[in-house]
Antibody, heavy 119, light 110 residues
């Protein structure tokens, strides 16, 4: 199982960014996927998740209305579209995979991609 | 402030046993399974325990998890200096309809 994030960058407050996560080594369309972030020197924060077919998505309150999670099951990709970015969105963003069992644990993590929101 | 409450730091001597607590409510820990993660600086977290007390393959039995009511506990026996890391609990919250993590506990092996 491999999860490789990309798209992190330095962006100005109010700007937009789209993160991508390329998955491999498993049947992508069988798993819920999620994004978890970690601000510098801080703890982990769950951001959003998406059902296997993309029909259900959930978000942490602080990003609702600004971030959108989506997926491409043909190309084994999951995205996080981030709009109206704020300084407090600065973090390493990890792509994670849920197991098949329905457990809410994350056995597989990407290496993370850094998003910096600053003027 | 995190939805799940963990002690910021714990410490113990090599060879000792340590427990890390994770406190929630009936909407999160009280109604869902808990997982635990170990994180070293600059690296992605690693799953130690899932579904309250199950260990993924490759995780030594020095690590154990338990849950009672609205609290969960990670236990580590035979502490080694290599266990010095940050530890996080996590679960789903039915009220928030979101995943939640604890604030993390820094383990120091003196």
């Amino acid at each position: 199982v491999y999860l490789v994030e990309s798209g992190g960058a330095l962006v100005h407050p109010g700007g937009s960014l789209r993160l991508s996560c390329e998955a491999s080594g498993f049947t992508f369309s069988s798993h819920w996927m999620a994004w978890v972030r970690q601000a510098p020197g801080k703890g982990l924060e769950w951001v959003a998740n998406i059902k296997q077919d993309g029909s259900q998505t959930y978000y942490v309150d602080s990003v609702k209305g600004r971030f959108t999670i989506s997926r491409d099951n043909v190309n084994y990709l999951v995205y996080l579209q981030m709009n109206s970015l704020r300084a407090e969105d600065t973090a390493v963003y990890y792509c994670v995979r849920y197991p098949l069992s329905g457990s809410t644990s994350f056995a597989y993590w990407g290496q993370g991609t850094l998003v910096t929101v600053s003027s | 402030q995190s939805v799940l409450t963990q002690p910021p730091a714990v410490s113990a001597a090599p060879g000792d046993k340590v427990t890390i607590s994770c406190s929630g409510n009936r909407f999160n820990i009280g109604n869902n399974h808990v997982s635990w993660y170990q994180q070293f600086p600059g690296t992605a977290p690693k799953l130690l325990v899932y579904d309250n007390s199950e260990r993924p393959s490759g995780i030594p039995d020095r690590f154990s998890g338990s849950k009672s009511g609205t609290s969960a506990t990670l236990g580590i026996t035979g502490l080694q200096t290599g266990d010095e890391a940050d530890y996080y609990c996590a679960t789903w919250d039915d009220s928030l309809r979101a995943g939640v993590f604890g604030g993390g506990t820094k383990l120091t092996v003196l």
